[in-house]
T-cell receptor, first 116, second 113 residues
Framework: DQQVKQNSPSLSVQEGRISILNCDYT??????FLWYKKYPAEGPTFLIS?????DKNEDGRFTVFLNKSAKHLSLHIVPSQPGDSAVYFC???????????????FGQGTILTVHP | DGGITQSPKYLFRKEGQNVTLSCEQN?????MYWYRQDPGQGLRLIYY???????QKGDIAEGYSVSREKKESFPLTVTSAQKNPTAFYLC????????????FGDGTRLSIL
């Protein structure tokens, strides 16, 4: 049972345009969502997060949107740069109640390629 | 510089041997985690530890063991009982409080010959 899904294995975008990466989840108890960026043979790097009390969070070129009713979140990168080419993972956790210890459930990842 | 150090980067072992992967952090984080990544898949949680001398099984703990004798260290042993141990192993840590991100090391790639 995959609770976090990234249905697009790959995305190709031109430099300077917007990249939109999508993620769907099924567990309504998830209340904290994160995006990580990963290069081959390296560990994931934390990009941005959002808690379920918000519907949008921005950090520079990165914006995460959360639609709780649709159980959907997206990461927007504007403008996209060739250095953004990597695998992007969304992740989610249940925090309310204080027993989850921050355990993350990850999606399968989306390979983003930004062409010069 | 604070961070998470995993060693070695690449590890080769014969079938039937136990092997221990090292993870050290100097971020003063309370919680530590081990994940496994297989090609085309997301990360799956093996074990996690909230405090010293305490740890819990994750989603795929069978064939693995851990210890947490020091706050800074969370070694993972891949035992001979793990049926498909070849994978990329990632260690992470966090402050352990709610709504905090995890930060990852650069991983160890384990190959069984």
């Amino acid at each position: 049972d995959q609770q976090v899904k990234q249905n697009s294995p790959s995305l190709s975008v031109q430099e300077g345009r917007i990249s939109i990466l999508n993620c769907d989840y099924t567990n309504s108890m998830f209340d904290y969502f994160l995006w990580y960026k990963k290069y081959p043979a390296e560990g994931p790097t934390f990009l941005i997060s959002i808690s379920s009390i918000k519907d949008k969070n921005e950090d520079g070129r990165f914006t995460v949107f959360l639609n709780k009713s649709a159980k959907h979140l997206s990461l927007h990168i504007v403008p996209s740069q060739p250095g953004d080419s990597a695998v992007y993972f969304c992740a989610a956790s249940v925090n309310a109640g204080g027993t989850s210890y921050g355990k993350l459930t990850f999606g399968q990842g989306t390979i983003l390629t930004v062409h010069p | 510089d604070g961070g998470i150090t995993q060693s070695p980067k690449y590890l080769f072992r014969k079938e039937g041997q136990n092997v221990t992967l090292s993870c050290e952090q100097n971020l003063n984080h309370d919680a530590m985690y081990w994940y496994r990544q297989d090609p085309g898949q997301g990360l799956r949680l093996i074990y996690y530890s909230q405090i010293v001398n305490d740890f819990q099984k994750g989603d795929i703990a069978e064939g693995y063991s851990v210890s947490r004798e020091k706050k800074e260290s969370f070694p993972l042993t891949v035992t001979s009982a793990q049926k498909n141990p070849t994978a990329f192993y990632l260690c992470a840590s966090s402050m352990g409080r709610d709504y905090q991100p995890q930060h990852f090391g650069d991983g160890t790639r384990l190959s069984i010959l």
